[in-house]
């Protein structure tokens, strides 16, 4: 595999975000150019693409604001899932988390896609709650969470 890093993206790159988000979700979940711009716009909005080689391969993006974080998005595209690019996100959205000041972290999960689940117990994440019918097609979505420790 080439070499692999997580690049931190911002406003200019909404258009490169939002062509990766729409190879990775359902039509009703796909967040256009124009969303991805207004949300990388957003106070305490941070987003990182991983690049393998010289192409994105997928982002993750995030709001850390009053001491706690969400992941918002996570994808990763078809070609280059199950070699650990995931995982590299996860872990870049957390460090920058804590640097941004996050006690906590959340995220909400398809109850549907267990391999995104796996990724983020292993990650180290925990059930919290759950939202009935929360995606578009009606899907229930498990809150999770993770406390962080900083480095003081």
Known sequence: MPAVDVQCVGVSHAQVLARLHMQCFATQ?????AAMASLLGS???????????????????LRCVAGEA?????????????????????????GR????????????????????????????????GLRRGYYPDGSDALVLGRVLVRAE
């Open 97 to 128: 988390s804590a640097e941004q000041g996050a006690d906590m972290v959340f995220l909400e999960v398809s109850v549907g896609n267990p391999a995104a689940q796996e990724l983020y117990v292993q990650a180290g994440f925990e059930q919290k």
């Open 43 to 61: 106070t305490g909005v941070l987003a990182g693409v991983v690049v393998v080689g010289a192409e994105p391969a997928g982002f993750v993006m």
């Open 70 to 94: 969400e992941i918002l998005t996570l994808c990763v595209l078809p070609e280059y899932r199950r070699q650990g690019l995931a995982a590299q996100l996860v872990a870049w959205g957390l």
């Open 29 to 33: 979940e796909q967040w256009d150019t």
